[in-house]
T-cell receptor
Framework: DQQVKQNSPSLSVQEGRISILNCDYT??????FLWYKKYPAEGPTFLIS?????DKNEDGRFTVFLNKSAKHLSLHIVPSQPGDSAVYFC???????????FGQGTRLTINP | NAGVTQTPKFRILKIGQSMTLQCTQD?????MYWYRQDPGMGLKLIYY???????DKGEVPNGYNVSRSTTEDFPLRLELAAPSQTSVYFC?????????FGPGTRLLVL
């Protein structure tokens, strides 16, 4: 039972354009969501998060949107840069939970 | 401040051998986690710990054991290696906001 799903295994975007990565979840108890970025041969690094009391959170070029009714979140990267090429994981947790549930990841490639 | 460190970086094991993957964090975090990542898949939780002396199973604990004798260290033990345990293993520790990951151990069981 995949509680967090990233349905696009890969995404290719032109440098300077917007990258949009999507994530769906099924567990209505999830109330905290995170995005991680992973380069080859490295561990995932935290990128941005959002609590269910918000529908948007921005940090520089990165914005995460949360649509609770659709159980959907998205990560927008504007403008996309070559260094953004990586695998992006979304993750979710429920209040008081000690664990994160991860999606399968989306490989983003930024083309010059 | 080194964060989360893991050793070894890479290891080849024969079927039936045993080994311990080491994980250390210097951030004084109580929560620590072990994940495995298979190709094209997300991170699957193997075991986690909420503090020294306390461990609990995650999603895929079979074939693994852990211990947590100190806040800093959270080793993962494979007793009888099987080809299905070929994977990349990540250790993490946690603050209230997020988890911090080590660089990973790539394990190949042949």
């Amino acid at each position: 039972d995949q509680q967090v799903k990233q349905n696009s295994p890969s995404l290719s975007v032109q440098e300077g354009r917007i990258s949009i990565l999507n994530c769906d979840y099924t567990n209505s108890m999830f109330d905290y969501f995170l995005w991680y970025k992973k380069y080859p041969a490295e561990g995932p690094t935290f990128l941005i998060s959002i609590s269910s009391i918000k529908d948007k959170n921005e940090d520089g070029r990165f914005t995460v949107f949360l649509n609770k009714s659709a159980k959907h979140l998205s990560l927008h990267i504007v403008p996309s840069q070559p260094g953004d090429s990586a695998v992006y994981f979304c993750a979710a947790s429920a209040q008081g939970a000690q664990k994160l549930v991860f999606g399968q990841g989306t490989r983003l490639t930024i083309n010059p | 401040n080194a964060g989360v460190t893991q050793t070894p970086k890479f290891r080849i094991l024969k079927i039936g051998q045993s080994m311990t993957l080491q994980c250390t964090q210097d951030m004084n975090h109580n929560y620590m986690y072990w994940y495995r990542q298979d190709p094209g898949m997300g991170l699957k939780l193997i075991y986690y710990s909420v503090g020294a002396g306390i461990t609990d199973k995650g999603e895929v604990p079979n074939g693994y054991n852990v211990s947590r004798s100190t806040t800093e260290d959270f080793p993962l033990r494979l007793e009888l290696a099987a080809p299905s345990q070929t994977s990349v293993y990540f250790c993490a520790s946690r603050t209230q906001e997020t988890q911090y990951f080590g660089p990973g151990t790539r394990l190949l069981v042949l």
